[in-house]
């Protein structure tokens, strides 16, 4: 049974920082991208990195570049996304997905809610 769970989101001020993880298990995790996603209420969801299947290739959206690091760990099965500066903008629900473009034939978690508010 494939199963994405992701942790690590919360409540912060603006300029602070969160680091959520995503744990992934019942696929053979080495073999693909991985991807985290965001949507925010009345939007749809976001790309907003791409890490590929041994870190060489990572991508992110321009309102993240800079601020936010994606990385996997391949011998835990789990993919980081490291959050720094944190903007009002950044709230939304944060997810994790099993490619470098995922659609509804990707794997994907439940969510976590990353709030960014003073």
């Known amino acids: 049974q494939v199963q994405l769970v992701e942790s690590g989101g919360g409540s912060v001020q603006p300029g602070g920082s969160l680091r959520l993880s995503c744990a992934a298990s019942?696929?053979?995790?080495?073999?693909?991208?991985m991807s985290w996603y965001r949507q925010s209420p009345g939007n749809g969801r976001e790309l907003v990195a791409t890490?590929?299947?041994?870190?060489?290739?990572?991508n992110y959206a321009d309102s993240v570049k800079g601020r936010f690091t994606i990385s996997r760990d391949n011998a835990k099965n789990t993919v980081y996304l490291q959050m720094s500066n944190l903007k009002p903008e950044d709230t939304a629900v944060y997810y994790c997905?099993?490619?470098?473009?995922?659609?509804?034939?990707?794997?994907w978690g439940q969510g976590t809610q990353v709030t960014v508010s003073s």
């Open positions: 997905c099993s490619a470098s473009v995922c659609d509804d034939h990707s794997y």
């Open positions: 019942g696929f053979t995790f080495s073999n693909y991208a």
């Open positions: 890490v590929g299947e041994i870190s060489a290739i990572r």
